[in-house]
């Protein structure tokens, strides 16, 4: 076959092969295939070295024109098969905006860690600091140095859960105090959220639960700047025009001590189920820091006077949510935790 026939079958071929290309890949191939270094074309052309001097011009001539043919039919080609391919993927990844969508859950607050902020952040607001300690406890931070000796029958009240080695979970936050009392020296101003344990399970204890301790430490702390904290605690929790008590009571570690309680949520102090007919219900334990607590810590109780107090997260979140049951709150049920939307108010500036 001449040079110039061969070079209009080459042709041919490509043109055929480019309107069938059905992908701008498959065009790009077949560009490689028929014009790319050795491709076809330049494969036809090596053939020009057995020509006439003279002939070889024509047929330069003869394949640029080719190469020019096949470019501009690949160019038509390419857009094209650009196009149909844009809109096949634009078809393909349509949203149908009319669809319903997909609801998200919001994340809200666990209540109680509403309750525990709200907490945290009363205190705070009036200069006390946030401190922590360990769940497990030594017998010695738990009971002793608080004034709880080994057969002391307030060990009793609190139904300890102990460890082989003799350490416990602790049963309260008061450890916290002598671990910040030894560490630090006065003015101490500590409050101290955490988890505490007691082999206790009804519909208003759970073995696992949370308090708040309290600890102020200074010179002249009397009984009333006790009264007045607590005082401003409660009616900031609950509301202004609650009622306040303080009623006598005994804790080991302080002396002399009392119970609080502030006038029911819900009846008003006319008595109801939830304050058990009184009126009144019982908020925290507190007391004036006993000069044994201050002994073991290594400060002169003539020296120092301090208060302390410990309450409750669980209770303090039931009445002021309306909760019958203790377990509601670790059963991690939406249907009840989205019933707690409400934005903690130390975080909406309310409490000031
Ligand atoms: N630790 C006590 C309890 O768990 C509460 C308390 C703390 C009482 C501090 C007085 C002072 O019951």
């Not at 460890?163 to 916290?176: A, E, M, Q």
């Not at 208003?204 to 430490?217: A, D, I, K, N, R």
């Amino acid at each position: 076959m001449s040079l110039v026939d061969q070079l209009q079958t080459l042709k041919n071929k490509a043109f055929s092969d480019i309107q069938q290309a059905v992908s701008t890949q498959a065009l790009e191939e077949i560009r490689v295939e028929f014009l790319g270094k050795k491709g076809l074309l330049t494969e036809v052309l090596k053939g020009m070295a057995t020509l006439d001097v003279a002939q070889r011009p024509l047929i330069g001539q003869a394949a640029n024109e080719i190469k020019t043919e096949i470019q501009a039919l690949y160019q038509e080609r390419v857009t094209g098969l650009q196009r149909q391919e844009r809109d096949a993927r634009l078809r393909e990844e349509a949203v149908d905006v009319s669809l319903p969508g997909h609801g998200t859950d919001l994340g809200l607050r666990h209540p109680l860690n509403q309750v525990l902020l709200e907490v945290t952040a009363i205190f705070q607001n009036l200069g006390f600091s946030v401190q922590e300690g360990p769940d497990v406890e030594s017998d010695y931070y738990n009971f002793e140095a608080l004034n709880i000796p080994k057969d002391h029958p307030a060990r009793d009240m609190h139904d300890t859960f102990y460890l082989k080695n003799g350490d416990v979970l602790r049963t309260h936050t008061s450890p916290v105090q002598i671990r910040t009392m030894t560490q630090q020296t006065p003015p101490i101003r500590i409050i101290v959220p955490g988890k505490v344990y007691r082999c206790d399970t009804d519909v208003t204890h759970s073995p696992m639960f949370h308090q708040v301790e309290g600890l102020y430490v200074d010179k002249d702390v009397t009984f009333s700047q006790l009264k007045g904290t607590l005082s401003h605690f409660l009616k900031t929790f609950f509301g202004k025009d609650k009622k306040v008590r303080f009623r006598p009571s005994y804790f080991p570690f302080t002396e002399p001590s009392t119970e609080v309680d502030v006038e029911c949520v819900k009846c008003e102090g006319h008595g109801c189920n939830v304050c058990k007919r009184s009126g009144w219900l019982e908020i925290l334990g507190a007391g004036m820091v006993n000069r044994k607590v201050f002994d073991s810590v290594g400060y002169d109780p003539d020296q120092v006077t301090g208060f302390a107090f410990g309450l409750g997260i669980e209770r303090l979140a039931m009445l002021k949510f309306g909760i019958p049951d203790i377990r509601f709150f670790y059963e991690n049920d939406k249907r009840f935790l989205g019933q707690f939307g409400c934005v903690p108010k130390a975080l909406t500036g309310e409490i000031k």
